[in-house]
């Protein structure tokens, strides 16, 4: 596809994600969105089949940002701190397009069939990015043992009202890093294994390890 005309598709969903946000996804028509962007109805079936395709993209394109946001942890660095890192990452994808953030939050009941679908497979997918992502985390000792896909189905749940706000969806006055030290301070109450003072796991990770401490360097015997 050339530049141009994957410009003029971006534009196209971008003002598509609007007239969706304003008028809800049900509501909206092809001739709405087509008028939003001045141009031809049947120029806009030159990218897209029917509104269902429009919408289909945008979840799909938000998803890969998700996906592509979140690095993998080091042990060696400072591991509060790429937590929280992901958290603003995760935060900033949702908060770039509030348009499409909104037909993820506000729009979850009373949908056609295969609307529900693609929104269950969004989530499906994000907690499964969650899952694989915890289930890392206890092979590095970050991460409670447990069932790794219950601990992302209730993160996801549990987060979704946070991530509106911080994604422009309510009149909370929090700023953003505060939204991301909340968020941290819960899962470090909740699966977390991190001691903030040391930027690492905390003792009791080791101990389900089955050694009291962080096991030590060892050093190199000198002579008497």
């Known amino acids: 596809m050339s530049t141009k005309k994957q410009d003029r598709r971006e534009v196209l969903l971008r003002v598509a994600s609007e007239v969706f946000a304003a008028k809800g996804y049900h509501e909206a028509k092809m001739d709405d969105i087509a008028a939003a962007a001045d141009v031809a109805k049947g120029t806009l079936y030159l990218y897209f089949q029917d509104k269902r395709g429009i919408f289909t993209e945008l979840i799909d394109g938000l998803a890969a940002q998700l996906s592509t946001s979140i690095i993998p942890v080091d042990t060696e660095a400072d591991v509060v701190e790429q937590v ?68 992302a189905s209730m993160t996801v749940g549990g987060l979704r009202e946070v991530l509106n706000e911080a994604a422009g969806r309510t009149t909370g006055k929090r700023t953003r890093e505060q939204v991301v030290e909340a968020i941290f301070g819960m899962l470090q109450g909740g699966y977390l294994r991190l001691d903030p003072e040391r930027k690492g796991p905390t003792r009791r990770v080791y101990a389900t390890l089955g050694v009291a401490t962080k096991p030590a360097k060892r050093r190199r015997a000198t002579k008497g």
């Open 84 to 151: 929280k890192h992901n958290i603003r990452a995760v935060i900033g994808v949702l908060a770039q397009d509030p348009h499409v953030t909104s037909l993820l939050f506000d729009q979850a009941s009373g949908v056609d069939e295969g609307f529900r679908h693609k929104m269950d497979s969004f989530y499906d997918g994000l907690k499964a990015l969650l899952s694989a992502s915890l289930e890392e985390g206890q092979r590095l000792g970050i991460v409670k043992e447990g069932d790794t896909r219950l601990y």
